[in-house]
């Protein structure tokens, strides 16, 4: 059963962001994205939480497709739809209102979505260090390790592992980008 919402979550998510693509240079299909979250949380946080593994596949599902939160939780549950709600952006405000806002919000997310978020900035300083945006400069990629840090030092503290590991990329990134 556990396996079964993982891999509908998956599939769903596949489905929503089929004709999206990443802002690297290689225009990559978007949902290596929330399978790269979903892989960090479990290969680097051990966690296995099938509900934790399927809302980080689901992750953007509300703020970058067509999904209304009403078919997440009938699709997957009220505890799947509440970790997307609790990690998604309001696309309607502007990007340095919701950039604050992130930043803000994450003092008061739930552990579930804490673990997501983790995984999220882990996925998105890779990227942002070994395949940016190709419009990216040094200084954008550098404000982009300085806000992510941010909403994670606002995070409650749920997995030492991926804390680390976070800390540990930030540092690699900034020696990158000197």
Known sequence: ?????????AHFAAEKHRDQRRKD????????HPISVALAITQIGGVDDPE??????LHDTLEDTDTKPEELE????KKVCEYVLDVSDDKTLPKDER???QIEHAKKISK?????KLGDKISNVTDVINNPPEDWDINRRKEYLDWAEKVIENCPKVNDRMENKFKEIIKQGREALI
Not at 25 to 32: L, R
Not at 52 to 57: F, M, V
Not at 74 to 77: D, L
């Open 1 to 9: 059963m556990a396996h079964t919402l993982i891999l509908k979550a």
């Open 25 to 32: 240079k290689n225009a990559s299909p978007y949902i290596i």
């Open 52 to 57: 934790t593994l399927a809302a980080a596949l």
């Open 74 to 77: 009938a699709e997957f549950g």
């Open 99 to 101: 950039k604050r806002r």
């Open 112 to 116: 579930g979505a804490a673990l997501i």
